[in-house]
């Protein structure tokens, strides 16, 4: 059943499913409670350690599982039922962040609890995250896939703008403890979401056998298909030239401007908004465009983009050219995402979608840390526009000279 109000033409139109309205809604609203959590403990574990180093390795933590428990999380997510496995996804998840609160308003939270709980929480994610991928691709029709995706990714982005602001406030007039039992609490728009959802979108696990075949069987799957290897060839070429921005951002307006961590807000702000607005329009821009050719142009611009950004010469050009830049960053993932879901059935796009959030980590971690410890040696704007630059001159022999490579994109 589908609600015929919003137009077929829309960046909108997935909404128009009901499983795909109930399941976006639950994650719009735990996510603006994960981002909560992200202020409070940043804010917290700075206090308590006064150094950066310590604020960023527990954030990391949360990711570090990714590298290694991905393929397993898709296997998992292609085995057993969907809907089933993100709700014991976001109990567990509900249950860390309870402990997390519980610790808080108890007085007993420290540092170590913090990257602990922050490991065991970037597990879980790890591991169901790509049930509710697989979930949100099969909510929808094929057409609408490109609108649930890019949807989806606005629901991420909202969370990212709205969860900090919220979380000061929460703590300016309460405390740490009250943003972390938010984010508890949180958890429970996705169970209920899964309430109101009709199809299970299980996974069929008499196609493999035990869960390491389901694994070997997904990267056999993604070798064999030319698109798909372009697909999860740009996302890791994206994560170690291009995504490391995202975390560099104090870098360019500390150390290069010379100015405060206001500066710092206003570029991760701006890269929000520039995401989001980017996600809104996607689908009306596919409409247009093509799949395929509005995957191709961002893929072309994103470099010269990124490269602009970095050479930005004050903080209003800076905030200016990552707006644009948070827009291709999530046209190109979107995109890239949409491709490898549309060109694999069912059973199969748990695994798929681990394999590319595995190669996203993998490449965003290598990325960011060679270009960190080169920009230390060899100054952060010719290293970071360097590789921005570098994979421009990449999407430009890929289009030149695999042209037929690009005609894959369209699915």
């Known amino acids: 059943m589908s609600t015929p109000r919003l137009p077929r033409v829309s960046s909108l139109r997935a909404l128009k499913h009901r499983d795909f ?19 409070a403990l940043g804010v917290y574990v700075t206090k308590v350690t006064g150094r950066a180093e310590w604020t960023g390795g527990v954030a990391a933590l949360t990711f570090l599982p990714a590298i290694v428990l991905s393929p397993l999380g898709g296997a998992l997510g292609d085995r057993f039922d969907r809907r089933r496995a993100i709700g014991v996804g976001a109990l567990v998840q509900m249950a860390l962040a309870g402990t997390l609160a519980a610790l808080a308003f108890s007085g007993q939270l420290t540092v170590r609890w913090v990257a602990v709980l922050s490991f065991l929480n970037g597990c879980a994610v790890t591991l169901f995250t790509p049930a509710f991928s697989a979930m949100i691709a099969v909510s929808v029709p094929k057409e609408d896939l490109h609108s649930a995706l890019s949807l989806n990714s606005a629901q991420n982005n909202l969370g990212r703008i709205c969860g900090p602001a919220l979380g000061a406030l929460v703590i300016a007039h309460a405390d740490v403890a009250w943003a972390l039992l938010l984010n508890a609490l949180s958890f429970g728009a996705v169970l209920l979401s899964l309430t109101q959802v009709r199809a299970t979108a299980a996974g069929k696990s008499a196609d493999f056998g035990g869960l390491w075949a389901g694994i070997v069987q997904g990267l056999k799957v993604a070798r064999a298909d030319e698109g798909l290897m372009l697909a999860l060839g740009g996302t890791l070429a994206i994560a170690v030239c291009i995504a490391p921005f995202t975390a560099l951002a104090p870098v360019l307006a500390i150390q290069v401007f010379q100015l405060d961590a206001g500066a710092t807000s206003v570029l991760v702000t701006a890269q929000g908004v520039g995401s989001l607005l980017a996600a809104l329009s996607a689908g009306t821009l596919a409409d247009r465009l093509g799949r395929g050719r509005l995957l191709e142009v961002t893929v072309l611009l994103i470099g010269p983009m990124a490269a602009a950004y970095w050479l930005s010469p004050s903080l209003p050009y800076a905030a200016v050219a990552v707006l644009g830049l948070g827009a291709l960053y999530m046209l190109s993932l979107t995109g890239l995402a949409t491709l490898c879901q549309a060109r694999v059935g069912s059973e199969l796009q748990a695994r798929i979608a681990s394999l590319s959030a595995m190669l996203l980590f993998v490449g965003f971690t290598l990325g960011v840390w060679l270009q960190g410890a080169l920009g230390d040696r060899l100054g952060i704007r010719l290293v970071t526009a360097g590789a921005a630059l ?14 037929r490579g690009f005609a894959a994109f369209e699915v």
């Open 21 to 39: 309205a109930f399941l976006w809604g639950g994650a719009a609203l735990s996510n603006i409670g994960t981002w909560m959590e992200v202020l």
């Open 390 to 403: 570098g994979f421009f001159v990449f999407a430009v022999l890929l289009r030149a000279f695999r042209s």
